[in-house]
């Protein structure tokens, strides 16, 4: 755990919950990160079954501020999932969850905020605030990582849809073969299923994929370029709906770089609009974007406002 000073400060504690890796800070309104942790998400049958890692950590962090005699003035929590505006999930596409976190959350901070948003809208607030996104009137953002997904920002607002699921860039089709959706051709899950079926080496993740293209390895490569085109292609055609003044790219893959981040790039550059194609950006909080945005979920939402995200 990273740690930096924290006494008589007021944090939020602050949970990015994905489907590989689960993170966890204390951090100020400004979006200082006071410490952060992670660590595997528990499997047992699913990911994160009965959000017991979840729940482990946000103990953890919460004696953590104790500790360094913080004052926790709530919880904001980002998940893998779709995210009603009330504050509840409403899919289990990712993870293995059978009670409403805000309601298991809640008694850690009693009187305190609890908010829980999807984590790809924590990511986008969080460039809007302190990133990438600041001083834009709007743009796209999009988090490339084990899953693929986006959120349009507005004069700093996030717009989450009238169901909160205004983030499904990944069910988007792709007609370049199996499978169907963008996010099973170009995600870091995608990428890695698609090379095991492809060559038959079985990677549990696309990090063994960019190595391998690193190495020389042409499938790698094919792979990773082809889910980079596809992205690219798709970029093209959330520009031409949504008329962004720019597009920013998040997540663990989006923000590594290399040939995926290169053919996304040339894809996008050879099917948007020219006379007036919105540039790409890169996130600047790079994997803090949805800690840091969940935390500053917490500050931004009214106090007290915890008993409307408390749903059975």
Do not use: K, N
């Not at 989450?160 to 870091?188: I, K």
């Amino acid at each position: 755990m990273r740690t930096g000073s924290g006494a008589g400060a007021r944090v939020a504690v602050a949970l990015d919950i994905g489907g590989t890796t689960l993170s966890g800070g204390l951090v100020t309104e400004d979006g200082a990160v006071l410490c952060a942790t992670e660590r595997p998400a528990v499997r047992d049958g699913g990911c994160d079954p009965g959000l017991r890692g979840t729940m482990a950590l946000a103990r953890e962090l919460t004696v953590r501020a104790q500790d360094m005699g913080a004052e926790v003035v709530g919880i904001g929590a980002g998940f893998p999932e779709y995210v009603s505006g009330a504050g509840a999930l409403t899919s289990r596409e990712v993870i293995d969850w059978d009670e409403q976190p805000a309601g298991l959350l809640a008694p850690l901070v009693p009187g305190r905020p609890v908010v829980v948003e999807s984590d790809v809208r924590c990511g986008a607030l969080a460039e809007a605030r302190t990133g990438s996104g600041q001083g834009l009137g709007s743009f796209l953002y999009v988090s490339v990582g084990t899953g693929l997904s986006a959120a349009f920002v507005q004069e700093g607002r996030v717009w989450a849809g009238q169901r909160g699921e205004a983030l499904g860039l990944g069910t988007w089709p792709v007609h370049t073969g199996l499978p169907p959706d963008l996010e099973g051709y170009a995600s870091g899950s995608g990428i890695a299923a698609r090379y095991s079926a492809l060559t038959g080496s079985e990677v549990t993740g696309a990090r063994a994929v960019v190595a391998r293209a690193q190495a020389g390895d042409a499938a790698a490569s094919d792979v990773l370029g082809t889910a980079g085109g596809a992205l690219g292609t798709a970029l093209a055609w959330a520009v031409a709906l949504l008329d962004p003044a720019a597009i920013v790219v998040g997540g663990g893959l989006g923000t590594a770089g290399g040939l995926l981040d290169e053919s996304m790039r040339t894809a996008y550059a050879a099917h948007a609009p020219r006379r007036s194609r919105p540039p790409v950006r890169r996130a600047e909080l790079g994997p803090l974007s949805g800690l840091t945005g969940a935390a500053l979920a917490a500050w931004e939402h009214p106090a007290g406002a915890r008993e409307t995200h408390r749903i059975a």
